[in-house]
Every structure is written in structure tokens, then in C-alpha cells.
């Protein structure tokens, strides 16, 4: 199972970015996906994610300004990212964990794509 992730760059404060990451392989199932972001000189913090309910999540900075979704038909979740902040600039990665078509658990990470949210 790998992720792709993409649709990082550069924009200036007060722009938008849509993040994607897709899911591709032996999958048979998802149990979670999500995103994480590390800024410069910074632990890798949880941004959003899906509750086991089903529900969403926010990192406290980002709420009413980020949004988490998904398309379970593509094993894609989106990350919109609007009025974006200088301390916004980070490197995103996805997560995701679920069951392979062999019955084996997996939980991977993404590469990785840079926002810089600069003027």
C-alpha cells in the first residue's frame, strides 16, 4: 500500500491550497485517515482527522479554516486549507491506516508536500 500526496506550494497569507493524498494497492479496507503537518523547528502535529464515529477533528489553529475530507470510492482524503497563515508553512503528510486484501493491517505515511504561505 503506498499514499500520494500532493498539492503543496506556495501561496500568500490569506490564500487557499487543497491538499490530496491517495490511498493506492491491496486495499480492503480504511480505518483512518489523516493529516499531520511539521513545521520548521517543530514536532509533526496532528492537523485533522476522522473520528472513529466518523466524524472530524481539528488542531485547535486550523479549525474553521481547515477542512478534512474524503472519497472513500478513490481511498483519497482531501485537505482545504483556506486563509492560510504564515505559520501555516509546514510540511504535510497523510496518514492512513487500514486491512490489506491479504488480511494484514497496515499504517503508512505519506511523503510529504511542502506549504509555504508567504507574501
Known amino acids: 500500500v503506498q499514499l500520494q500526496a500532493s498539492g503543496g506550494g506556495l501561496v500568500q497569507p490569506g490564500g487557499y491550497l487543497r491538499l490530496s493524498c491517495a490511498a493506492s494497492g491491496s486495499i480492503l479496507s480504511i480505518h483512518n485517515m489523516a493529516w499531520y503537518r511539521q513545521g520548521p523547528g517543530k514536532q509533526r502535529e496532528m492537523v485533522a482527522h476522522f473520528t472513529s464515529g466518523g466524524s472530524t477533528d481539528y488542531a485547535d489553529s486550523v479549525k474553521g479554516r481547515f477542512t478534512i475530507s474524503r472519497n472513500n470510492a478513490k481511498n483519497t482524503v482531501y485537505l482545504q486549507m483556506n486563509s492560510l497563515r504564515p505559520e501555516d508553512t509546514a510540511v504535510y503528510y497523510c496518514?492512513?491506516?487500514?486491512?490489506?486484501?491479504?488480511?494484514?493491517?497496515?499504517?503508512?505515511w505519506g511523503q510529504g508536500t511542502l506549504v509555504t504561505v508567504s507574501s
Open positions: 496518514y492512513t491506516a487500514g486491512l490489506s486484501r491479504g488480511l494484514d493491517g497496515f499504517s503508512i
